[in-house]
Structure formats: C-alpha cells, structure tokens
C-alpha cells in the first residue's frame, strides 16, 4: 500500500489543522492506522491510531485535543489538532499496519506501509 500525507502547514499557537493520508489499494479497512511524528533532534513518537474496527488511541500529550478518524470509503486516515502548541512542530507521518495486531498500533515498528511525511510548524 502507498501512503500520501498531507494538510501540514505554518499555524499559530493555538491554532487548528487537519492532516490527511490517502492510501492505494482496495484493503485500507483491513489496516489499523496511526500518525507519528518527529520533531529536530527527537526520536520519532506516537501520536494517535485508529483501529479497523475504529477504536481509537491517543498519546497523553495531545489527548482532549487531536482526533483521529477514518472513511474507508475514501481509503482516508484524517488528524484533526486542535489548541497546538509550539512543541507540536514536527513532522507527521502516517503508518498502516497490516497485521491486525492491536497491542503494537503504539510502536513505529508495529507498522509496515509509511507515508512521506508532512510538516507541521506552530508558532507561538
């Protein structure tokens, strides 16, 4: 499968932006999906995942302010953030997972398709 974030761009603190990722291929609802990202200097992190069946999971620092869906009609992942702070700068990138295994949607290496990436800069 072949991913395609984008929506990244330059907001204010406390801004808004909606990321998106398109995939190819007919077996998008058979991925669990997630967004990480990567700010200068840091590892890459988890940010949220979107399970097949829809649950979704969040890390703690962007709970109550990102939400992650999925319209497997249009083979599309989506982030909404809301409230961002500066030190959500970074560059997010999407992640499908093929497997089905649930407990591992929380690691970069439980994931086997990955997107390009998409910056994202807040100003404070």
């Known amino acids: 499968v072949q991913l395609q974030a984008s929506g990244g761009g330059l907001v204010q603190a406390g801004g808004s932006l909606r990321l998106s990722c398109a995939a190819s291929?007919?077996?998008?609802?058979?991925?669990?999906m997630g967004w990480f990202r990567q700010a200068p200097g840091k590892e890459r992190e988890f940010v949220a995942a979107i399970s097949r069946s829809g649950g979704t999971y969040y890390a703690d620092s962007v709970k109550g302010r990102f939400a992650i869906s999925r319209d497997n009609a249009k083979n599309t992942v989506y982030l909404q953030m809301n409230s961002l702070k500066p030190e959500d700068t970074a560059v997010y990138s999407c992640?499908?997972?093929?497997?089905?295994?649930?407990?591992?949607?929380?690691?970069?290496?439980?994931?086997?398709?990955w997107g390009q990436g998409t910056l994202v800069t807040v100003s404070s």
């Open positions: 992640a499908a997972q093929s497997m089905g295994i649930q407990s591992t949607i929380y690691y970069v290496n439980g994931y086997d398709y």
């Open positions: 291929g007919r077996t998008f609802r058979r991925y669990h």
